[in-house]
Every structure is written in structure tokens, then in C-alpha cells.
């Protein structure tokens, strides 16, 4: 609770002593405090943003971690703040002692949270959700020591040189909002792409610790008995070789834990500016996986009944020019090849990393036909959305839809009214649109929202499903290491702007799939009707609802 009492007289000292004894100059001792709350501010907000960024990397849905860790953490920086008031009297030593114990906790954050996802993940019972819980449990202690940070460091200001309050915290808030931003800029910008999470959060740590306990030692060195000083110095060496002897260890860390997720046969693992890629297999008796950000979007027992479902039924009729988003890996282009009388296949993807380990990667290129090389293929590195805005109207015979789980923050937007209208404006007359829009076993509503979102996009859409047998298959579009039970299933909507929904059917022009039949798609197309949701809104880009 906060607790009443009455104003102190301007001027009057606090009452564990007035000035402290300082080896420089005030003006010079201020201006090394407000440097110290620039950095331990950068640090924060390093922590905070690292805790967000690996979780949503390892559980989805980046707009309910991050909710959970900003909301969480504030909370705990106001518990912090008053909790710091019994500590004033002893602001020196707290505050090295706080700094210690948040780059300690701050630091190995991402690593504690990857292991327990990658050691733990398959358990099930009581740990399957050990790392939301441990991501509350970071959010809650990093938030509580960043909290106690400002009331200590106000009055280790006020002990070189007395001011009215507002003044105090006003450069004291200055330099902390500065240090925010720098250290929110240097993440995503410097740290992130040049460390990746682990050092950069092990990194971060060390600064901290260094910040805190030079100020602390150097400066407020006489606030202090010799038995803490050593004290102090002891723990802050500590917290620093743990850190340090982390860092050394975090490759053999990663390998481990990437082992533990993928198993002991990663081929290529990379972290490209979009997402991290990791190959599985391709080798004589060894199916090939394709992951991404840890989900299983290619696995060589089943990616031909995915691919061949996808492309085949959309290529009924005219498919001339055909626009693919997404399938950066080149198998969907695969399919289209199939046909006859395909002059133009253009591929658009975000991720250019993948797209040159598709061409590259003997396995990969080989089980996509080595598509990307055809001269019928054109790839465009860039956004989907953006693609479609600046396609002329009526460019297309098919436009295939090869995108992530609609449950993904980042792909919300490529399942909106504003997506489908867009892509109804670059179909010709009688062209067609399919979608992959997730399980239908496990997430019919989400399956269902799509429909309604291209009907009110002016599409009439025709659902079927086709079945997986991969026990990796990751239906949703949360990323996890345990074995889900339901049954395994791809959903599908292919769509028309016509006054009617388009029929099932495969070319009869085309050879026939490997494992599509008529009567297998006809079936598939009943018992996604079987799994209709109504009543379900249609989702925009200022209001999702997946």
C-alpha cells in the first residue's frame, strides 16, 4: 500500500544523511547516474522484448505474448517501485544488488525458457504449459527489479545533490525514456539479426551488471562498509563469469535443444530475416522436413497429398497465368508444371533464405522438381498483400494460396475481406482462388471464418479436406514438440467470383496425381461440408478474428 505522510521541508536532507561523499565533482556524479538509467533502461526494455520475441517463436500468436509479458511486467514494476522504498536506506548497496540480480534473471531468460520448451515440451500432464508458465514467472520477476530501479537511483541522486522532486524526475524519466528507445531500436536492428536471442539477452545481462555495479563501486563506493563493498563485488564477478561461461556454451546449448525438438537429424538450420529454417532428413531413408520457426510445413512422407490437393482442383479450366503466394520452397509450383499449357507461373514470397535454400539444397530442390529453375517461374521476394495491390485487374487464370495457419498473428492479414477482394480483383473472368485455410479436425471455426471472409469479399467458395499421415504434421498454429492426437487433416476453399461456388474436379488434360483420385476429392469435398459452422463473423484487418 502506499503510505501516507507528510511533504518534507524544501531543502531538508533525508534522514539517513545529507551529501554523499564522492570522488568527483556533483555536476560530474549527476551526470553519471543519468548515464547509468540510460543503460539499465536499454536493458529493460531489451528483456522485455527478447521475453516476447522468443515466445512468440516458440508458442504463437505474438499479440497474446506480447499482452501477457507487457501487461504482467508493468504490473510487477509497480509492486517493485514500492517494495524499492524499504530500501532507500540503503539505496547504494540495493541497488547494485537489484542490477545483479536482474542481469542474472534477465540474461538467462532465454535460455531457461528455450530449454524448458525443448526438454519439456513432449511431457504433457503438468508441463505442457511449462513455458507459458515460466514466461509469466521471467515477466513477473524482470518486471519487479526494473521497478525498484527508479526509486533507488532517485535517491542516489538526491544524495550528490539536492533538488525539488519534480526536477529529479524529470531527468531521471528523461534518461530512462531515451534509454528505452535505444534499446528497443538496438534489438530488432543490431542484436537480434547479429547475435540472435540467446547471446544478445547473455549480452545484455553483462552490461547491466557492469553498469550497475561500477556506479555503485566506483562512484558510491564510501556509502558502503568494506565488508560490502566485497560482498558486492564478489556477486557482481559472479553473476559476470556465469554469463560469460554461458555465452562460450550457448552453441553447444542451441545444438542440444535443437536436437531435442528436431531430433538428431537437423541437415540445415538457419535464421534468415524472416524466420528460422530448419531441414530435416533428405538422405536415403530419412524423409525430408521442412520447419519453420519450429512448425512442420514440409514433411517428405506427406507433402504430396498437401501440394497435389492444393494445386490440382484449382487448376480446372483456364491456367494459363498462374500467381502462387507463398511456397517459397517450390512445391506448389511443382504441381502447377504438371499441366499443360502453363505459360507463366509467378511465385511471391517473403522469405528470400528459403526460397535460395530451394534452389540450393540438392533434397529440397529435388522433391520440388527443381520448379524454381524453370523459365516458366518468376520469383518476387516480397509481401503478398502488397503483391495483390499492385496486380493489375484480371491477371490471372488461378491464383494459389499457399500460405501459413490463418492462427498466426503475422498471417491475419492474408485471410482478411480486404486479402480476398484483392485477389478477386486480379482474377480473370472464370479464374479461380484456393486457400489453405488450416484444420478442419482440430480448428473448424477458424476453417469456417475463412469461408465467410471470401463470401464477403464477393467469392463463392467450395470447402474439402484431404487427410495427413505424418505423425510431425503441426495442424495449428501453435509451435510444439508434443504429438498431437487429433486426427491429421489439411482444409481447403476453392473459389470463384461467379454467381456460383466452382465444381470439384481435376483436369483430365493433366497426369493423373499420385495420390488424388475424383472420387477422393468428392468425398473430401463431403466431409468438409459435414464440419459447417454457421453463425461465425467475417475478419478485416482492423478487426481479426482468428
Given at each position: 500500500?502506499?503510505?501516507?505522510?507528510?511533504?518534507?521541508?524544501?531543502?531538508?536532507?533525508?534522514?539517513?544523511?545529507?551529501?554523499?561523499?564522492?570522488?568527483?565533482?556533483?555536476?560530474?556524479?549527476?551526470?553519471?547516474?543519468?548515464?547509468?538509467?540510460?543503460?539499465?533502461?536499454?536493458?529493460?526494455?531489451?528483456?522485455?522484448?527478447?521475453?516476447?520475441?522468443?515466445?512468440?517463436?516458440?508458442?504463437?500468436?505474438?499479440?497474446?505474448?506480447?499482452?501477457?509479458?507487457?501487461?504482467?511486467?508493468?504490473?510487477?514494476?509497480?509492486?517493485?517501485?514500492?517494495?524499492?522504498?524499504?530500501?532507500?536506506?540503503?539505496?547504494?548497496?540495493?541497488?547494485?544488488?537489484?542490477?545483479?540480480?536482474?542481469?542474472?534473471?534477465?540474461?538467462?531468460?532465454?535460455?531457461?525458457?528455450?530449454?524448458?520448451?525443448?526438454?519439456?515440451?513432449?511431457?504433457?500432464?503438468?508441463?505442457?504449459?511449462?513455458?507459458?508458465?515460466?514466461?509469466?514467472?521471467?515477466?513477473?520477476?524482470?518486471?519487479?527489479?526494473?521497478?525498484?530501479?527508479?526509486?533507488?537511483?532517485?535517491?542516489?541522486?538526491?544524495?550528490?545533490?539536492?533538488?525539488?522532486?519534480?526536477?529529479?524526475?524529470?531527468?531521471?524519466?528523461?534518461?530512462?525514456?531515451?534509454?528505452?528507445?535505444?534499446?528497443?531500436?538496438?534489438?530488432?536492428?543490431?542484436?537480434?539479426?547479429?547475435?540472435?536471442?540467446?547471446?544478445?539477452?547473455?549480452?545484455?545481462?553483462?552490461?547491466?551488471?557492469?553498469?550497475?555495479?561500477?556506479?555503485?563501486?566506483?562512484?558510491?563506493?564510501?556509502?558502503?562498509?568494506?565488508?560490502?563493498?566485497?560482498?558486492?563485488?564478489?556477486?557482481?564477478?559472479t553473476v559476470l563469469g556465469v554469463l560469460a561461461a554461458a555465452a562460450v556454451l550457448v552453441d553447444d546449448f542451441e545444438r542440444a535443444a535443437r536436437e531435442a525438438v528436431y531430433?538428431?537429424?537437423?541437415?540445415?538450420?538457419?535464421?534468415?530475416?524472416?524466420?528460422?529454417?530448419?531441414?530435416?532428413?533428405?538422405?536415403?531413408?530419412?524423409?525430408?522436413?521442412?520447419?519453420?520457426d519450429g512448425r512442420l510445413r514440409v514433411g517428405g512422407r506427406d507433402e504430396r497429398r498437401y501440394h497435389e490437393a492444393l494445386v490440382h482442383p484449382a487448376m480446372y479450366g483456364?491456367?494459363?497465368?498462374?500467381?502462387?503466394?507463398?511456397?517459397?520452397?517450390?512445391?506448389?509450383?511443382?504441381?502447377?508444371?504438371?499441366?499443360?499449357?502453363?505459360?507463366?507461373?509467378?511465385?511471391?514470397?517473403?522469405?528470400?533464405?528459403?526460397?535460395?535454400?530451394?534452389?540450393?539444397?540438392?533434397?529440397?530442390?529435388?522433391?520440388?522438381?527443381?520448379?524454381?529453375?524453370?523459365?516458366?517461374?518468376?520469383?518476387?521476394?516480397?509481401?503478398?498483400?502488397?503483391?495483390?495491390?499492385?496486380?493489375?485487374?484480371?491477371?490471372?487464370?488461378?491464383?494459389?494460396?499457399?500460405?501459413?495457419?490463418?492462427?498466426?498473428?503475422?498471417?491475419?492479414?492474408?485471410?482478411?475481406?480486404?486479402?480476398?477482394?484483392?485477389?478477386?480483383?486480379?482474377?480473370?473472368?472464370?479464374?479461380?482462388?484456393?486457400?489453405?485455410?488450416?484444420?478442419?479436425?482440430?480448428?473448424?471455426?477458424?476453417?469456417?471464418?475463412?469461408?465467410?471472409?471470401?463470401?464477403?469479399?464477393?467469392?463463392?467458395?467450395?470447402?474439402?479436406?484431404?487427410?495427413?499421415?505424418?505423425?510431425?504434421?503441426?495442424?495449428?498454429?501453435?509451435?510444439?514438440?508434443?504429438?498431437?492426437?487429433?486426427?491429421?487433416?489439411?482444409?481447403?476453399?476453392?473459389?470463384?467470383?461467379?454467381?456460383?461456388?466452382?465444381?470439384?474436379?481435376?483436369?483430365?488434360?493433366?497426369?493423373?496425381?499420385?495420390?488424388?483420385?475424383?472420387?477422393?476429392?468428392?468425398?473430401?469435398?463431403?466431409?468438409?461440408?459435414?464440419?459447417?459452422?454457421?453463425?461465425?463473423?467475417?475478419?478485416?484487418?482492423?478487426?481479426?478474428?482468428?
Amino acid at each position: 500500500m502506499i503510505e501516507p505522510h507528510a511533504p518534507a521541508p524544501p531543502g531538508a536532507p533525508p534522514p539517513w544523511g545529507g551529501r554523499a561523499p564522492l570522488p568527483v565533482r556533483p555536476a560530474t556524479g549527476r551526470f553519471l547516474v543519468l548515464a547509468c538509467v540510460f543503460v539499465c533502461a536499454a536493458c529493460g526494455l531489451v528483456y522485455e522484448l527478447e521475453l516476447v520475441a522468443l515466445a512468440s517463436y516458440l508458442m504463437g500468436d505474438s499479440v497474446t505474448q506480447a499482452s501477457v509479458v507487457l501487461s504482467v511486467m508493468v504490473f510487477a514494476m509497480g509492486i517493485g517501485s514500492l517494495a524499492a522504498k524499504r530500501l532507500r536506506t540503503l539505496a547504494a548497496a540495493g541497488f547494485c544488488a537489484v542490477e545483479a540480480a536482474l542481469a542474472l534473471i534477465g540474461g538467462c531468460s532465454a535460455m531457461a525458457l528455450y530449454a524448458v520448451f525443448a526438454w519439456t515440451g513432449d511431457w504433457g500432464g503438468l508441463w505442457a504449459n511449462g513455458p507459458r508458465v515460466l514466461l509469466v514467472a521471467f515477466s513477473l520477476a524482470i518486471g519487479l527489479l526494473i521497478g525498484a530501479e527508479v526509486p533507488l537511483l532517485m535517491e542516489l541522486i538526491q544524495r550528490i545533490r539536492r533538488q525539488d522532486a519534480g526536477g529529479a524526475v524529470a531527468d531521471l524519466f528523461a534518461a530512462d525514456y531515451v534509454g528505452a528507445l535505444v534499446g528497443g531500436l538496438a534489438f530488432p536492428f543490431l542484436l537480434l539479426p547479429c547475435l540472435g536471442q540467446l547471446t544478445s539477452s547473455l549480452l545484455t545481462g553483462a552490461v547491466n551488471v557492469v553498469a550497475g555495479s561500477a556506479l555503485v563501486l566506483g562512484l558510491f563506493r564510501r556509502d558502503l562498509t568494506r565488508r560490502a563493498r566485497w560482498l558486492l563485488l564478489v556477486t557482481n564477478v559472479t553473476v559476470l563469469g556465469v554469463l560469460a561461461a554461458a555465452a562460450v556454451l550457448v552453441d553447444d546449448f542451441e545444438r542440444a535443444a535443437r536436437e531435442a525438438v528436431y531430433g538428431d537429424d537437423v541437415r540445415v538450420a538457419l535464421q534468415t530475416d524472416v524466420q528460422e529454417v530448419v531441414l530435416t532428413g533428405g538422405t536415403p531413408g530419412h524423409p525430408l522436413g521442412l520447419y519453420l520457426d519450429g512448425r512442420l510445413r514440409v514433411g517428405g512422407r506427406d507433402e504430396r497429398r498437401y501440394h497435389e490437393a492444393l494445386v490440382h482442383p484449382a487448376m480446372y479450366g483456364s491456367h494459363a497465368r498462374v500467381l502462387v503466394l507463398g511456397g517459397g520452397d517450390g512445391l506448389a509450383a511443382r504441381e502447377v508444371l504438371t499441366h499443360a499449357g502453363v505459360r507463366r507461373v509467378d511465385v511471391v514470397d517473403l522469405d528470400a533464405g528459403l526460397v535460395r535454400l530451394a534452389r540450393t539444397d540438392p533434397a529440397l530442390s529435388r522433391l520440388g522438381g527443381h520448379a524454381l529453375g524453370d523459365p516458366r517461374v518468376h520469383v518476387t521476394i516480397g509481401d503478398a498483400f502488397h503483391v495483390l495491390r499492385t496486380t493489375a485487374p484480371g491477371t490471372y487464370d488461378v491464383v494459389v494460396a499457399d500460405l501459413p495457419d490463418p492462427g498466426i498473428t503475422a498471417s491475419t492479414k492474408l485471410y482478411s475481406e480486404e486479402f480476398y477482394s484483392l485477389a478477386r480483383r486480379s482474377l480473370a473472368p472464370g479464374g479461380r482462388l484456393v486457400v489453405h485455410a488450416g484444420p478442419l479436425a482440430t480448428r473448424s471455426r477458424v476453417f469456417w471464418t475463412v469461408d465467410a471472409t471470401m463470401r464477403a469479399a464477393g467469392l463463392r467458395a467450395t470447402p474439402y479436406r484431404v487427410t495427413g499421415r505424418d505423425s510431425g504434421f503441426a495442424a495449428g498454429p501453435d509451435r510444439t514438440t508434443a504429438r498431437s492426437r487429433a486426427p491429421k487433416d489439411w482444409g481447403f476453399l476453392l473459389a470463384s467470383a461467379g454467381p456460383r461456388a466452382p465444381v470439384l474436379a481435376l483436369d483430365p488434360g493433366a497426369g493423373r496425381p499420385q495420390t488424388l483420385t475424383p472420387e477422393g476429392l468428392a468425398e473430401g469435398g463431403r466431409a468438409a461440408e459435414a464440419t459447417r459452422v454457421v453463425g461465425v463473423g467475417v475478419s478485416t484487418l482492423v478487426h481479426p478474428r482468428y
